[in-house]
């Protein structure tokens, strides 16, 4: 499996999209929330209780040793930037989709609060305490 | 032993990805339960469709006398083997068509009758019936070059990443099957067994119905059933899975 990917950062990593501070206990609901393609399709975390955790991405247990909030939040936002070939969905980008249901359409799967929330909790994940 | 099976079957699976062209049924992919539903015709939940397309066989559907057996007298001879070359090239249409189409042309021509609507029981009976008759029958490719053409048109439809999760059928059926997504085994998206009974849908659907499934669940819009682009899809599904056995009425979970 595609361990994150390594190598220069992206030339502009983005800063906080609101004012207010990333809220980690709703982060772990947004991660979690199936009607907002939930990060446990693809990933988990040992941490958690859910049943049938993701596989198909990388394990995210101490994700927050080797990541800084601004490249979590870079990979939230469009993983693409990183890798281009990811299956990873643009969770707040609608640039260059296809055929997108009109529900959907100029829509993204999170709001700029929950990338904020999601990024706090991802920071909590981490293997030393 | 259980443990022994299944470590086989890991086997199996991760050697059928080595050679990437083996084609794999759906079927391989599904729990035990979910396969007994199927092997069981007196357990599967499709097979309801057979008695209705038998009883469709032999009536007329239209202003015209004749029915379906009129023609086709002995349906187990004559259609032994149609519905695993479907999308086909059709001489008298002078185009290629999926067999519903086939099914609806035949009914508005010599049985002057008025088409069966997609995902109607009817036409579904039939699609079934007569993809009984195929059953444990390879799915062949029509060579025709307008079939071929249609095909590459499918690969390119299988290839694009579309909806908001922005993800090609290629990107889960190609690239990662046979892990898992939640607690389901990704399949690789084969169609040699619609019209299936889904316990997902608690309902029958055609391979087209499963199309648009999988386009909404990523928040994609759906082409039309019936659209060249379906189709097209079909016809390079059809070559990509080509040697499969049908499995009409099929179950899928």
Not at chain 2, 36 to 65: K, T
Not at chain 2, 219 to 230: A, I, K, L, N
Request: glycine letters at 8%; hydrophobic letters at 40%.
């Amino acid at each position: 499996m595609a361990a994150f990917a390594s190598g220069d950062p992206p030339p502009s990593l983005p800063g906080p999209l609101t004012d207010v501070p990333g809220d980690p206990v709703r982060g772990l609901e947004v991660f979690r929330d199936g009607s907002k393609a939930t990060c446990l399709i693809c990933h988990s975390v040992s941490g958690l209780s859910d049943r049938d955790q993701g596989v198909l991405g990388p394990l995210l247990d101490g994700v927050a040793d080797n990541y800084s909030p601004e490249e979590l939040r870079q990979r939230i936002v469009d993983a693409r930037v990183v890798s281009p070939e990811t299956i990873m969905p643009p969770y707040f980008s609608t640039e260059g989709l296809f055929r997108v249901a009109e529900e959907w359409r100029s829509k993204t799967i999170y709001d700029a609060q929950d990338v904020e929330d999601v990024v706090a909790y991802l920071m909590t994940l981490r293997s030393e305490p | 032993m259980r443990a022994l099976v299944l470590a086989l079957y890991v086997t199996l699976i991760g050697a059928a990805a080595f050679a990437q062209s083996a084609a794999i049924s759906g079927y391989e992919f599904m729990e035990p339960s979910t396969r007994e539903l199927q092997d069981d015709d007196f357990l599967n939940p499709g097979i309801f469709l057979l008695d209705e397309g038998s009883a469709l066989w032999s009536r007329p559907l239209g202003a015209a006398s004749e029915t379906c057996q009129s023609c086709h007298t002995d349906i187990a001879a004559d259609m032994a083997g149609v519905a695993a070359r479907y999308p086909a090239y059709d001489a008298d249409l002078g185009r290629v068509v999926s067999l519903e189409m086939k099914i609806n042309a035949e009914i508005a021509g010599r049985l002057r009758g008025k088409p069966l609507e997609y995902e109607s029981d009817d036409l579904l009976a039939l699609t079934a019936l007569i993809g009984y008759q195929s059953r444990g029958m390879p799915m062949e490719i029509d060579s025709n070059p307008q079939a071929v053409s249609l095909a590459e048109k499918g690969k390119e439809i299988f290839q694009t990443r579309r909806g908001q999760l922005n993800l090609s059928c290629q990107n889960c059926h190609e690239q990662h099957w046979g892990e898992k997504l939640r607690g389901d085994t990704i399949s690789q998206g084969q169609i040699n067994a619609f019209p299936i009974y889904r316990l997902t849908w608690t309902d029958v659907g055609s391979r087209q119905r499963m199309f648009v499934w999988c386009m909404e669940s990523i928040r994609s819009e759906p082409y039309e059933y019936g659209s060249d682009e379906f189709l097209a899809l079909e016809a390079y599904l059809v070559v990509r899975g080509q040697g499969l056995l049908i499995e009409a009425p099929g179950v899928r979970r």
